[in-house]
């Protein structure tokens, strides 16, 4: 049984075709799948059933992997949007690391020639039985030998979980064993209650050896015969006869306690017995999960408060999850067991750190277990035993609380006594054995029991609870791929080995960068000690960490840079979009100056305060406005004035969006909407009135109309700076519309955005007025600010309202909390003032100017990177522009480490903006930067580089008069028009047949 591409290896061990061919198929396969446009695959935690009546016209069921493990596949788009949907459905899935939709639609042009190329293969009825991953059933003789079948199979749905349930229900005890350098399908057979499945290979290469080998002594112990001489490549290997190790036959009595004087006065303490106990030695044995006691009647089972913890933190249904199922399979990421973690430490009070549920702890069964042993001893129900004696502690013995252990008789001078003693402690012995291994305590004998005085009642005496562990100083963690925000992205995992070639063209560029940037390299390690900046080590991966440092500047003017090195840059960050008339613009310095000069009193009121807000509400068409320091501080204060008002608490955020540092927003979805925190650090209960949806989708729409009357705000970033080619117009029109009859406020995240689209922002090119807005950056002019505006009736919160001098009026409104020592700080009013001048002064031609070169620019990046193969589109919205990776590849981000060795100053993966410094002749630079980049990423093996077009050619036939034949870049021949009217200067050359000379 072979999964895919895995039934070719299936093909060769049965017979049906040679090594040779199936190599050569696969391969060929292979080229036919990556020639066909790209596509995506989602892994969905439910049945095919379920599955295929959520899929649309474009998707495809790719494959049923175990009874609720299905794949799906088809376009980017397609994928993402029924993504969107299972999760607003709190079913869990996970978007696949792969570059095309296999084993869908997607793949139909590449049956037929597959077909074609099978044909050519000579192919036999198999020799040994294989069951088919494309029929679900024992592949038929007919079937092996159709080059039909083998095309077919290229493009159905791989049938995983029926070949399987097929194969226990051929062979009475099945035993699966994974050939492959994983456990993946042996995790999936498990799934289907197969109990005897082993990979032979799985974790890192260099434990290859020592797991085949414990993989083959699991074989051995499941029955199979294994040739042990092919595992030793010994020569001349000789047994020598050793002596063994000798059994001492001692004999050892179990210490018993004396008993306690009993209260009653005709009640005698009999002698113990007259032999010397001799201590039991401690028993050490094999680590094995200990049998552990049942929980309280009267608490809820620790299952499943656990189940309900971890449900309440991933928004995933817990209820129906397999116990010994790995964390991981159930859908929960590294960054919800950072969290899961915390939780558990404060709700059980135990010491549980992320790296013990990670690796120790990786079910709820096990997990379950650890907890059961380690709750306090108080916390256990108190143990039903009656007429016990209390018996020593043997060491190494697990607690018994909850057995009924046989109670041995006190001791006499009777004759038989000794013997009946001796019987007692042997069945005692006897049950704590069985405990030790692991079956269960054994059933009790009752032996007969001479007249004797009544036993004194005493308590069994349980074994010391182990102590709890110390607190764990491991850090916590989260899941990079899904890291929020600004946080710092850290790879501590090494990706898949480079090959030579790569490994060879990163150290030379790492020596390159380093050379050119050496002072700030210094500067970064000398500093590191007592500076904590998460930027400094942002994109970090072992492979790469020597170029792991910001390029530390020095000074700047206009579009250009200067490092510690003297290296000139031009800026392509800018600021983070703070950054639109390029660094020190004359006219905010001037202001600055003059304001320095002036004072920049803390305290009292400001004229400039009265301007600049004035300024504000005349360029946006807001009623009044409010500043602050920061974009951060604004969204907080708008979300406080929207509860305010509406007297309301629920917030609806979306997916995508980023409104800044503050806990509320650092939220990220979960089932139904639910706001989950988003990073470490960040406690879980900020999120009660917080609900994240899809931004733009249908869904989102309708949970805003059906819960309008208790939303108090619909927050959203119009155009997302994650994604600037997403402008849901519509969208925000229906959302306008459903807020206005409602009363909830519709809030407009532009901080970003802002004053760069329009001077009106997006609320004047879509046509929608919110309720309130947030500005900040562009209009601080270099200097920290941010700005709340919006309607009278919201923004009257801050203040109260108005009122007059000379009558009886006040303040009418219900104000809210707002405040902040540098609010309205004289220099960056200052600078805001002379910034919002230059925007009034320049009207709309300085965005429509910059928007028209961010576009020219963007569309020919993305043209030449198609055009050569490269999977990168720059996406963008007015001046906003980022560099978007159509595919994953494991070095991608070093193109950006390449731009800034060829002097452009940009971060990975951050949104990058074109401001009016920038000249025809930066912009050029910065394309020419980005392309020998790429071109360079593409030479040393690190992105996919397109293979040259052999187009056919007639060197007879030249295109016109006084052509010339030569060879393209492609070395390619083709025809071209020499310029020899260039005078004295270098000939150039027009192109004939769209090709450029070499």
């Keep these: 049984m072979g999964h895919s591409v895995g039934e070719f290896v299936a093909a060769v061990l049965a017979g049906v075709m040679r090594l040779e061919d199936a190599a050569r198929l696969v391969a060929r396969r292979g080229a036919l799948m990556q020639a066909l446009p790209a596509g995506a695959m989602l892994s969905v935690r439910i049945g095919a059933p379920a599955l295929l009546e959520k899929l649309g016209p474009s998707l495809s069921l790719a494959a049923e992997n175990g009874p609720t493990a299905c794949v799906a596949a088809g376009p980017f788009e397609a994928i993402a949007a029924l993504q969107a949907r299972l999760e607003a459905e709190g079913i869990a899935c996970r978007a696949l690391q792969t570059s095309h939709a296999f084993h869908s639609a997607m793949m139909d042009d590449a049956v037929a020639p597959f077909e074609a190329l099978v044909r050519e293969v000579e192919l036999h009825a198999p020799q040994t039985p294989i069951f088919s991953t494309l029929t679900g059933q024992l592949l038929e003789a ?110 050892f009595w179990v210490d018993i306690a004396a008993a306690p004087p009993s209260s009653s006065a005709s009640t005698a303490v009999l002698p113990a017995p007259s032999a010397t106990p001799i201590p039991l030695e401690p028993i050490v044995t094999a680590a094995a999960p200990m049998p552990l006691p049942p929980p309280a009647s009267n608490t809820p089972p620790i299952d499943a408060r656990l189940r309900a913890l971890f449900e309440d933190i991933s928004g995933i249904d817990m209820a129906q999850a397999e116990g010994n199922a790995p964390f991981g399979e159930l859908g929960l990421d590294s960054l919800t067991l950072t969290q899961a973690a915390t939780q558990i ?81 042997m069945e005692l012995m006897r049950q704590q054995l069985a405990l030790l291994s692991g079956s269960g305590p054994a059933p009790v004998t009752q032996l ?60 030379a560029f790492i020596r390159r960068y380093v050379e050119r940037t050496q002072k700030s390299k210094q500067f970064t390690e000398a500093n590191r000690p007592h500076m904590a900046d998460p930027r400094v080590v942002n994109g970090f991966r072992p492979v790469t960490k020597e170029i792991t440092y910001q390029i530390v500047i020095e000074r700047s003017k206009g579009s250009r840079m200067w490092d510690l090195d003297g290296n000139e840059y031009v800026d392509a960050l800018n600021g983070f979009g703070m950054n639109m008339f390029g660094w020190q613009p004359d006219f905010v310095q001037d202001a600055v100056r003059k304001q320095l000069d002036d004072g920049y009193e803390i305290g009292p009121q400001h004229p400039l305060a009265a301007e600049v807000t004035a300024l504000i509400c005349e360029l946006t068409g807001c009623d009044r406005a409010g500043l602050c320091n920061t974009g951060s501080e604004a969204v907080m204060a708008a979300l406080r004035i929207a ?186 009013l200052a600078a805001a003032k002379a910034s919002l001048t230059h925007l009034k002064e320049a009207g709309p031609a300085l965005q429509a100017g910059l928007t028209a070169s961010t576009g020219t620019m963007a569309g020919e990046l993305s043209a030449w990177c198609k055009e050569v193969g490269a999977p990168i589109e720059i996406r963008h919205f007015a001046s906003l522009w980022r560099v978007s990776w159509l595919e994953d590849h494991p070095l991608q981000d070093l193109l950006f480490a390449m731009m800034r060795s060829r002097g452009v100053h940009i971060l990975d993966n951050f949104p990058c903006f074109l401001t009016s410094a920038h000249s025809a002749g930066d912009i050029a630079f910065i394309q020419r930067a980005f392309k020998e980049s790429v071109a360079e990423m593409q030479e040393s093996g690190f992105l996919p580089r397109r293979a040259a077009v052999v187009t056919p050619f007639d060197v007879r036939k030249p295109g016109e008069e006084g052509t010339v034949l030569a060879r393209d870049v492609d070395g390619q021949p083709f025809w071209y028009v020499p310029d020899t009217q260039a005078g004295g200067q270098q000939a150039t050359a027009h192109h004939v047949n769209g090709k450029a000379a070499a």
């Design 643 to 828: 509860r305010t008002v509406t007297g309301r608490s629920t917030v609806v955020v979306f997916t995508g969006s980023y409104h800044g540092t503050f806990d509320e927003v650092l939220v990220r979805a979960g089932k139904g909407g639910k706001g989950l925190s988003a990073a470490p650090g960040v406690m879980s209960g900020m999120f009660g009135d917080i609900r994240v949806l899809d931004y733009g989708t249908p869904e989102a729409l309708a949970f805003i109309r059906d819960n309008a009357d208790d939303l108090a705000a619909v927050l959203a970033e119009p155009v997302q700076s994650r994604r600037p080619d997403f402008q849901p117009r519509e969208f925000l029109r229906e959302v306008r519309e459903i807020t206005a009859k409602s009363g909830c406020a519709l809030i407009f995240d532009e901080v970003i955005t802002g004053f760069r689209t329009a001077l009106g922002g997006a609320q004047e090119l879509f046509g929608v007025r919110a309720d309130l807005a947030t500005y900040g950056k562009v209009i601080g002019g270099g200097f920290p600010v941010g700005v709340i505006a919006g309607k009278r009736e919201f923004m009257d919160a801050l203040d109260g309202g108005p009122w007059q001098y000379g009558d009886d009026s006040i303040p009418g409104v219900g104000v809210t909390y707002f405040a902040g020592t540098f609010v309205r700080h004289p220099l960056a």
């Design 448 to 507: 007969a029991q001479p007249a004797a005085p009544a036993p004194t009642v005493a308590a069994l005496t349980t074994a010391p609870a182990a102590e709890e562990p110390a607190p764990s100083k491991e850090p916590q963690r989260y899941d990079v791929a899904k890291a929020f925000g600004a946080i710092a992205r850290i790879h501590t995992q090494r990706t898949a080995e480079p090959s030579g070639r790569q490994k060879a063209r990163l150290a």
């Design 142 to 251: 007919q079937e092996a030998t159709s080059p039909a079948y083998w095309a077919r199979h290229l493009r159905g749905t791989v049938h995983f979980s029926p070949a399987v349930r097929a194969a226990m229900a051929h062979t009475p005890q099945p035993l699966f064993i994974e050939a492959g350098p994983r456990n993946t399908l042996s995790t999936l057979v498990r799934q289907h209650g197969a109990s005897n499945a082993v990979p032979l290979l799985h974790g890192e290469p260099a434990d290859e050896a020592r797991t085949l080998r414990l993989a083959i002594g699991r074989l051995w112990t499941c029955g199979a015969e294994i040739e042990l001489q092919r595992l030793s490549t010994r020569a001349g290997a000789q047994r020598v006869c050793l002596p063994t190790y000798p059994f001492e036959r001692k004999r």
């Design 345 to 425: 430490k404060k709700h059980f009070k135990v010491a549980l750190s992320f790296r013990q549920l990670m690796e120790n702890y990786r079910s709820f069964d096990t997990l379950s277990a650890f907890l059961r042993e380690s709750l306090p001893t108080e916390a256990a129900p108190a143990p039903a035993v009656a007429q016990a004696a209390p018996v020593a502690a043997v060491a190494a013995m697990p607690a018994i609380s909850t057995q009924t252990m046989y109670a041995p008789m006190q001791a006499n001078a009777a004759s038989g006594s000794i013997s009946q003693l001796i019987a007692q402690q």
